[in-house]
């Protein structure tokens, strides 16, 4: 019984630590909303049109995003500049994703 007890707390604690990695910004974002965006806007196929290769050296640009907000800002940027018409709650999302992928800012 006392094992069983255990185990469940330390169960909660690891699932409160994942949680605690996620920055504030993304809490309640949609990350499978987000996954759908990307694959709907093409982010990728822009992407290596604009660096090459498979298009990943366009996240971490030599300290010009470092926190999240930055990130969430940059997708924003990409939103207006291209007219996606995503909702705000879209942007969240798909930045949600690149932190969770690309980024991991806690």
Request: glycine share 10%; aromatic share 6%.
């Amino acid at each position: 019984m006392k094992l069983h007890i255990w185990s469940a707390g330390f169960a909660t604690c690891l699932v409160a630590g994942g949680a605690m990695a996620t920055p504030a910004l993304f809490h309640d974002a949609d990350l499978k909303l987000g996954q759908k965006l990307i694959a709907e806007h093409r982010c990728a196929e822009c992407h290596i049109r604009k660096v090459g290769g498979d298009g990943s050296a366009i996240y971490r640009p030599q300290g010009r995003i470092n926190t999240p907000g930055l990130l969430r800002g940059m997708v924003e940027q990409c939103n207006t500049e291209l007219n996606l018409g995503m909702f705000p709650e879209e942007v969240t999302a798909v930045a949600a994703v690149l932190n969770r992928d690309h980024y991991r800012f806690k």
